[in-house]
């Protein structure tokens, strides 16, 4: 049935006649995401005819085909008008059962009308109180209208900034909070939960007021662990020691992978929490948001230790987790080391280091597989970095693994396939915040010596990092970090002597290019070479530069090259060396 036929039934106006025209269009359109150019008015008037049926009293079977139509049309990014005034978004929300009244702001209204909302409805004054419409009832017809629904609100908001504006005026976050709360009662089921926390991602995503009442007034950092708490099914041994409910002893290795749809909502939840939390790092939390953070890295360590259902969709579900762990405050960090240590834990001081040896494995990984380096290496090793900053046991446990007692001085630092040659490779990466992240976290391990960090990276891989700090001329940043036991070992004692500081290696021999020259044919040559430096240098081809005393490279003044210039050597230059001499 073509479009116009359907939009002939629905004209009718008899409920029969449009859910037989409508189960036609929605059977021949479900898996259609490209709509025709040509038919988009006939599809926004089958929007708004759609929405006409909506309003009145419906049978259930064409309650449900009309808000199937709706989700259908809007993934048509062209055609969304209809569904994004505030009355249209308003029932959609009513049968979503996440309606709330009294809310709207006079700010949010003026922009809406700023924005041609053909409704022109204003905003009720004078209340801010909340009113909570009747809860739908729960038979499993009405949750696949509340699906339906929500899939419908999730389209809109993907596609739509108006829809986005609508949405938080309607203060929809409200209502689907109050569901959340739910997150404990069996009767929703697994579609309903997961519709939920995708329109709850993407509030949080698209609007900076929302992801703020979520976080403070609703207190979201909360309610979306207790969802995590129970989607997982975790019993709590201790008051920061969380294990699944029916598993308690057994080792992380021997755990049953989580099932797909728990590690779907798992997402749905950390993506969310990640929304309303990036920031927290730039502001100080007080006790209780500290006691709510180290609750909620307790989960996190356990999301980390566990598995999903394929390793794809374990590699997904880890890196939402390391996204987050990235983000908590660091003095709650020490979470991941508060597990008791168990048969089969890697144990390293007496302390469990499982999640710091998964995050490690997590890195290599991803290190491995070479793509968007960005995005997949610098929330972990960040994250490490941070953690080995603060925790003298996990830094000497990174050390021993990233860098352990040196002796292979024959190769490069760079070359091989060990995790310090990797993370030495990065540390010349042509992306400047990876090439900073890879620096920073061996600096760390080197508990930010100097002399330590050349020696395990080579002077020409650590001069970026100590121009940035001022530490060319060498010393320490300062630091608090334990003594260490020397960790020279006896083919690196043997070769010190001969290892050359800029490459960290040992280096054949070579024969020096000026034997054999007179001491008139070496200043020459040094005058030649002075000579073409500062023709690049006039040309702007190069900046002179020199090390100031901060220890940080500046550049060279003019006042600077007028005091080169007076320097006793270069004013034997020969004037009568021709242009062609200078030449490179």
């Given amino acids: 049935m073509d479009l116009k036929a359907v939009i002939e039934l629905m004209e009718t106006g008899e409920q029969d006649t449009a859910l037989r025209a409508l189960l036609d269009y929605n059977h021949q359109m479900n898996q259609c995401f490209t709509f025709k150019k040509e038919d988009e008015h006939e599809r926004q008037h089958l929007g708004e005819l759609v929405l006409d049926y909506l309003s009145m009293e419906l049978q259930p079977s064409c309650l449900l085909a009309c808000l199937e139509t709706v989700r259908i049309l809007s993934r048509d990014k062209c055609c969304l008008d209809p569904f994004t005034s505030r009355s249209a978004m308003s029932i959609l929300a009513r049968y979503a059962g996440i309606a709330v009244s009294g809310t709207a702001t006079h700010t949010n209204s003026q922009s809406m009308e700023d924005q041609g909302d053909r409704e022109g409805e204003q905003t009720p004054g004078g209340s801010n109180e909340v009113l909570r419409t009747s809860c739908p009832p729960l038979e499993n017809s009405d949750q696949e209208v509340i699906i339906e629904a929500l899939m419908s609100i999730c389209n809109l908001l993907l596609h739509s900034e108006m829809a986005q504006v609508v949405a938080a005026d309607l203060q929809l976050i409200i209502g689907v909070a109050q569901r959340l709360k739910q997150c404990y009662d069996p009767t929703w089921n697994h579609k309903v939960r997961f519709f939920d ?178 995005e997949t290496i610098l929330p972990s090793m960040n994250l490490l970095t941070e953690s080995a900053r603060i925790h003298r046991e996990t830094r000497k446990f990174l050390r021993s693994k990233v860098l352990p007692p040196l002796r292979d001085v024959q190769n490069r630092p760079e070359v091989g396939n060990e995790l310090r040659n990797k993370i030495v490779r990065l540390m010349t990466h042509i992306d400047t915040d990876v090439k900073a992240c890879a620096a920073e976290f061996l600096f760390v391990l080197c508990k930010e010596s100097v002399s330590r960090f050349i020696k395990y990276t080579g002077y020409g891989n650590a001069a970026g990092l100590l121009a940035a700090r001022g530490l060319l001329q060498g010393g320490r940043d300062p630091g608090i970090y334990s003594e260490d036991e020397d960790s020279e070992t006896e083919e690196y004692r043997e070769a010190k002597a001969r290892i050359n500081p800029i490459t960290g290696v040992v280096e054949e021999e070579q024969s020096n290019p000026m034997d054999g020259m007179t001491e008139e044919q070496k200043e020459y040559e040094a005058m030649r070479l002075v000579r073409m430096f500062n023709k690049l240098s006039r040309n702007n081809i190069i900046q002179p530069m020199q090390l100031g005393m901060d220890g940080k490279m500046r550049e060279m003044t003019p006042e600077d090259l007028q005091n080169q210039a007076h320097n006793p050597l270069f004013q034997s230059e020969d004037q009568g060396h021709s242009d062609s001499e200078e030449e490179a």
Wanted: net charge negative.
């Fill in 197 to 374: 926390l995708r329109l709850t991602f993407l509030l949080t995503a698209t609007r900076v007021d929302v992801r703020a009442q979520l976080a403070r007034e609703l207190h979201g950092i909360s309610l979306l662990a207790n969802q995590l708490d129970a989607t997982l099914g975790l019993c709590w041994p201790d008051s920061l020691e969380t294990g699944r409910a029916g598993f308690e002893g057994v080792p992380p290795e021997e755990l049953p992978p989580l099932s797909r749809q728990q590690t779907e909502l798992a997402m749905e939840i950390l993506k969310t929490l990640f929304n309303i939390t990036f920031d927290i790092s730039r502001r100080k939390v007080d006790e209780e948001e500290a006691a709510a953070y180290r609750h909620l890295g307790a989960i996190l360590r356990l999301c980390l230790m566990s598995h999903a259902d394929g390793e794809e969709r374990t590699e997904e579900f880890h890196s939402h987790t390391v996204n987050l762990l990235g983000i908590l405050p660091l003095p709650c960090l020490d979470v991941l080391l508060k597990p008791k240590v168990l048969q089969g834990s890697v144990e390293y001081m007496g302390v469990n280091m499982d999640a710091v040896n998964m995050l490690l494995g997590f890195m290599e990984k991803k290190l491995d597989h070479g793509n968007k380096l960005k």
